[in-house]
Each structure stands twice: as C-alpha cells, then as structure tokens.
C-alpha cells in the first residue's frame, strides 16, 4: 500500500517559521520527485515547489522563493519543506505528491504525480 503522510502543520504568526515533513512508503521513494502542493481558501490547488530524484534540482513558484526550502533524505523516504518568513497569505492546505518521471520537468500538471498525501493545514495568522 502506498502512502504519503505529512506531518508538521498547525497555527503561526506571521514572520515565523514551520518545517513540514511527508514519509512516503509503498514505492520507490528515491526514484520519484517530489513536490509540495497548496490550496489557500477558496482558491485551486498549485503547486510551490518540487525536488528532483536524480541530482536534487528545485523548483519554486515566484510566491514562496527564497523563503521555502525543500529537501529530500532517501534514506529516510522523507521530503522537507522549511518554511520561513510565513504570511498570511501562505494559509492552506499543503499536500505532498510523487512522481515516477522523477525530473520535476511538468511541476504544475497534477496528472503527471502517481501519488498524493492527504494534506495538512497551516494558518499564518497577521
């Protein structure tokens, strides 16, 4: 059975930091990019960012740049996304997804990801 599971959500003031994590299990999570997603009320899911299989490359959308990291350790089938300098308008739910072509080459086609987390809420309040 495959699974994603984030964990490290909750409630924070604006200009702190969170650190997510997402275990995957079930698959082969090195072989896999992966990406975090987010929902803000009311509004689609995007994605913010994503990690490479094969060289660890990144990908930030322009909301979240120089502000998230995101981080791979295979060896612990997790994948991490520091958060500082959090805003409100960073409010969501945030999910994790994997996907086998590893490249993060098509990051906002939620078709290409194979697997999904169940999402966790972050509320940044002003």
């Known amino acids: 059975q495959v699974t994603l599971m984030e964990s490290g959500g909750g409630v924070v003031q604006s200009g702190e930091s969170l650190r997510l994590s997402c275990v995957g299990s079930?698959?082969?999570?090195?072989?896999?990019?992966l990406a975090w997603f987010r929902q803000a009320p009311g509004k689609g899911r995007e994605v913010i960012s994503c990690?490479?299989?094969?060289?660890?490359?990144?990908y930030y959308s322009d909301s979240v740049k120089g502000r998230f990291t995101i981080s791979r350790d295979n060896a612990k089938n997790t994948v991490y996304l520091q958060m500082n300098h959090l805003k409100p308008e960073d409010t969501g739910v945030y999910y994790c997804?994997?996907?086998?072509?590893?490249?993060?080459?098509?990051?906002?086609?939620?078709?290409?990801?194979?697997?999904w987390g169940q999402g966790i809420h972050i509320t940044v309040s002003a």
């Open positions: 990690i490479s299989s094969a060289d660890d490359s990144t």
């Open positions: 997804a994997a996907e086998a072509m590893g490249g993060c080459m098509r990051v906002s086609e939620e078709s290409v990801y194979n697997y």
């Open positions: 079930g698959f082969t999570f090195r072989w896999h990019g």
